[in-house]
C-alpha cells in the first residue's frame, strides 16, 4: 500500500488550499493509498530553527543548525515536532505540497518546515543528496495558486515566471533526491473578485478539486521537472562546459545571459 504525505501550508483551513488538500486526500484513500497529513498552521508547527530547540547543545559554543541536527539525529534526541515530520517524510512514497504564493515564494511556514524537518543526519548528509538522495526513487507534487492570472504568471509576464519562482521550492525538494513532478498551479485565487468574476473563480475552483483525483491517478505518468545530473558537474561543482544545462539558475554563461 503507498504511502502518500499531505501537507498544507496555509493559515485558513477553509481556504481554497485547505479545499484542495482534502481532495488530494480523498483522491489518495480512493486508490487504496495510506494517507499522512501536516498542517502546518493547524499544527502551530515552529518554523524557525534555533538552539531552544536542543537541551544538550553545549551552552558555550555558537549554534550550528546542521551540527545540531545531525547530532540530534545521531543520539535520537531530535526535536519531537521535527521527529514526527521526518518520520511521515521517511515513510511517504509520494509527497504532495499545498500552499499559495506569497510575495513570490512559498509561505514563511513551508519554508521553516524545510529548515526543520528536512533533517541533517536523517534525511540528507554530505553524500547522501541530489542523484544520491535518500527519497530517490520518491515522488514530490506541488499544487500552488496564485494571486495572479496566468498570463501575468508567464516566463514574459510581470510578476515572473512561475517555473522559476517555484524552482528554489522543487530544487529543495531534488536535494533530497524526490522526482520532482510538473507542478499543478490555479492563477487568480483571491478574494477581491465580484460579480461574474466570482462566479467564473468559483467555476474554476470547483473544476480544480474536481480534478485532482485525475492528477493523483496519473501521477505515474506525469512529466518530471529537469534537472543536471550529479555528473553534469565538475570536481569544483561547476557545469561541465560539455553538458547541457536546463534551468537558467545553473548555466553556461552564452545559454541565458545577453
Known amino acids: 500500500m503507498p504511502t502518500t504525505l499531505v501537507v498544507l501550508a496555509h493559515p485558513e483551513r477553509r481556504s481554497f488550499n485547505g479545499a484542495w488538500s482534502d481532495a488530494t486526500e480523498t483522491a489518495a484513500r480512493a486508490q487504496g493509498d495510506r494517507v499522512l497529513r501536516s498542517d502546518l498552521c493547524q499544527m502551530g508547527f515552529d518554523p524557525v530553527e534555533g538552539v531552544h530547540h536542543y537541551t544538550d547543545w553545549p ?86 495558486t496564485t494571486g495572479s492570472n496566468a498570463s501575468e504568471s508567464a516566463h514574459d509576464g510581470k510578476e515572473g515566471d512561475i517555473n522559476l519562482l517555484l524552482w528554489p521550492t ?43 483525483a485525475g492528477v493523483l491517478a496519473a501521477l505515474g505518468t506525469r512529466p518530471r521537472l529537469r534537472f543536471n545530473a550529479d555528473t553534469d558537474f565538475d570536481q569544483n561543482g561547476q557545469l561541465r562546459c560539455d553538458r547541457p544545462s536546463v534551468t537558467p539558475f545553473i548555466r553556461h554563461r552564452a545559454a541565458f545571459d545577453p
Not at 529543495?172 to 468574476?197: A, I, K, N, Q, S
Open 59 to 144: 551552552e558555550k559554543t555558537a549554534f550550528d543548525p546542521l551540527k545540531a541536527q545531525e547530532r540530534a539525529a545521531g543520539t535520537g534526541t531530535t526535536p519531537s515536532d521535527v521527529q514526527i515530520e521526518v518520520d511521515k517524510i521517511k515513510q511517504a512514497d509520494r509527497l504532495v505540497l499545498h500552499f499559495p504564493l506569497w510575495w513570490f515564494a512559498p509561505p514563511a511556514i513551508l519554508k521553516g518546515w524545510f529548515d526543520r524537518a528536512f533533517q541533517h543526519g536523517a534525511l540528507h548528509d554530505t553524500n547522501m543528496r541530489f542523484d544520491s538522495g535518500t527519497r530517490r526513487g520518491k515522488q514530490a507534487l506541488m499544487c500552488v
Open 170 to 212: 522543487a530544487y529543495t525538494l531534488r536535494y533530497l533526491g524526490f522526482d520532482v513532478l510538473e507542478p499543478v498551479v490555479v492563477h487568480g485565487v483571491h478574494g477581491y473578485h465580484r460579480g461574474d468574476r466570482k462566479v467564473h473563480l468559483t467555476e474554476r475552483l470547483n473544476a480544480a478539486l474536481h480534478a485532482q
